[in-house]
């Protein structure tokens, strides 16, 4: 059963003795008529080790991650483990309940208000939190996402910017088991992963083509990556080695740079996710409610199609298609 606690009068040092905790920090705005905050799990080994600290539903249309962290909380042995699991099943309350990216309440994207503001709006309330009081406790941080207007591929995304911590992002991003590599050199502002970067704390992220719902194809590798995560730092007795990748890319992490459309339509493709393209190929059109093409949109470069719309129905400055470069080894 889960406690209540303020998040001000919190401590993790209050919650350090072996075993599993299951903690709802308050964050209630005065005068809320719902309760908002953070739920937090917590599984502490019988031995000292080393910390995975695991978000999902930054966007609350982006569920696998919230089920995965869920079920490998609940099958954790603590008295086998070494180190403790840190998780936030549903970092972005609001925005859960609604089952939509951004929050109902102040209409921010928690995933783009890092640092967040302690006196701020809901969102950047919980971004200050989330960054201050439960990111710095990682040895390794990893943020759940899965795609929800555009598709992505099932994919681990890491820190390629050549600094130390990257170097152990993408050792453990290469020991999750997720089909598909992406290396960023950057990432755009506001992220969670800004926190990590912020305090020299390795991070990577994963994606899927399957938010707004639970998939049975995609939720197995969720629930690997965070087990096979928690082997690679010996927090648990678990092999994780390195795994080849079927697909490796690179390119920057930021995706709102990726291709927009100029007028609003019925958007219609003309590839498919990680087809590889030459630049100028049609990636496709925008029509109108009579079939007419009002925009075609073509690619800026060659590479591998990494992010591509998959809801159809478009406003100006939409997104539609990221193209990524392709690595051979």
Not at 64 to 78: K, M, N, P, S, Y
Not at 79 to 89: E, L, S, T
Request: with cysteine; net charge negative.
């Amino acid at each position: 059963m889960a406690i209540n606690i303020e998040i001000d009068q919190f401590r993790f040092a209050d919650f350090s003795g072996a075993g599993k905790h299951s903690i709802f920090l308050e964050i209630s705005p005065a005068g809320s008529g719902e309760q908002i905050g953070i739920p937090l799990l917590v599984a502490n080994g019988l031995k000292p080790g080393k910390t995975l600290v695991a978000f999902a539903a930054v966007h609350g249309d982006e569920l696998e991650g919230v089920q995965a962290i869920q079920d490998v909380f609940r099958q954790l042995e603590t008295d086998a483990m070494n180190g403790r699991f840190i998780a936030v099943p549903v970092a972005n309350l609001p925005a859960f309940r609604a089952v939509q990216r951004t929050s109902p309440i102040d209409s921010l994207n928690l995933a783009r208000t890092f640092p967040g503001r302690k006196d701020g709006s809901v969102t950047e309330r919980l971004a200050y939190y989330l960054g201050e009081l439960i990111i710095p406790q990682a040895d390794l941080f990893i943020d759940l996402h899965s795609a929800s207007a555009s598709l992505m591929p099932t994919m681990a995304g890491y820190d390629a910017s050549g600094t130390e911590a990257s170097k152990v992002s993408k050792d453990a991003a290469f020991r999750t088991g997720m089909p598909v590599m992406w290396g960023h050199s950057d990432v755009g502002p506001g992220r969670t992963l800004y926190a990590a970067i912020e305090r020299g704390i390795p991070w990577l992220y994963v994606e899927s083509p399957s938010g707004r719902r639970i998939s049975n194809v995609e939720l197995p590798y969720y629930v690997d990556a965070l087990l096979n995560l928690l082997g690679h730092l010996k927090v648990i007795d678990r092999d994780a080695p390195v795994r080849v990748p079927k697909l490796h890319l690179f390119g920057s992490g930021d995706i709102d740079r990726t291709q927009s459309v100029n007028v609003g339509g019925f958007f219609v493709q003309r590839v498919n996710l990680l087809d590889r393209v030459e630049k100028g190929r049609l990636v496709g059109e925008v029509r109108d409610l009579f079939g007419e093409v009002l925009e075609e949109v073509r690619t800026l470069s060659s590479g591998i199609v990494a992010v591509l719309r998959s809801d159809p129905l478009v406003n100006p400055g939409d997104p539609v298609c990221l193209v990524a470069e392709f690595l051979s080894d």
